[in-house]
């Protein structure tokens, strides 16, 4: 499959813990990219991390990627109530047929 | 503000009745998307448009259909032929302009189609 797989399904943690999510996949990409959907709303884009970069920061989140070991991870420090939500990876791959493969997602959600 | 409008944000069909969904963005972007995603899964992409007057099946493509006659536009009708319609339906467009593939999609805030 050209999907990602994310890891957990699921997690629920308390407010202003870190929470750390992965994201798999198999085939080879150009770049890989994060996205944050709230109940209801369409999905807004976190960051995008290209397949030479090992590392990026944004704010209050963190992302890696092993393209050795094909995974990435995406960290959210000192999360807070708003962080509640369904976040997706999203596999770029190298042909230029302008898809984008979304995988099922982490839902996560903030205990107050 | 720029962003991408779609209309309406509740749709109900009925048995046999097409129906079309709308989308429109003013990013003036290029290429324009159309997912399908079910309760708990993720995003299957159902046309995508890369220029006006062009446009690809996704993986899902049977029982709908597009046009992309404006760049701002990309309806998606359902058909009577999808016959598991009910879904959230969300709309995408992307910059290709410079670095083809390092930009990401803009989303709309969907429309949940519903079968009465």
């Known amino acids: 499959s050209q999907q990602g797989e994310e890891d957990p399904q699921a997690l629920s943690i308390q407010e202003g813990e870190n929470a750390t999510m992965n994201c798999s996949y198999k085939?080879?990409?150009?770049?890989l990219q994060w996205y944050r959907q709230n109940s209801g709303r369409g999905l807004v884009h976190l960051i995008l991390i290209r397949s030479n970069e090992r590392e990026k920061h944004s704010g209050r989140l963190r992302v890696t990627l092993d393209t050795s070991k094909k995974s990435s991870s995406l960290l959210i420090t000192a999360s807070r109530a708003a962080d509640t939500a369904s976040y997706f990876c999203a596999l770029n791959g190298l042909n230029r047929d302008d898809k984008i493969i979304f995988g099922k997602g982490t839902r996560l959600h903030i205990l107050p | 503000d720029g962003g991408i409008t779609q209309s309406p944000k509740y749709l109900f069909r009925k048995e046999g009745q097409n129906v079309t969904l709308s989308c429109e963005q003013n990013?003036?972007?290029?290429?324009m998307y159309w997912y399908r995603q079910d309760p708990g899964q993720g995003l299957r992409l159902i046309y995508y448009s890369q220029i006006v007057n062009d446009f690809q099946k996704g993986d899902i493509a049977e029982g709908y259909s597009v046009s992309r006659e404006k760049k701002e536009s990309f309806p998606l009708t359902v058909t009577s032929a999808q016959k598991n319609p009910t879904a959230f339906y969300l709309c995408?467009?992307?910059?290709?302009?410079?670095?083809?593939?390092?930009?990401?999609?803009?989303f709309g805030d969907g429309t949940r189609l519903s079968i009465l």
């Open positions: 085939t080879s990409i150009n770049n």
């Open positions: 990013l003036n972007h290029d290429a």
């Open positions: 995408a467009s992307r910059n290709t302009q410079g670095s083809y593939s390092n930009q990401p999609q803009h």
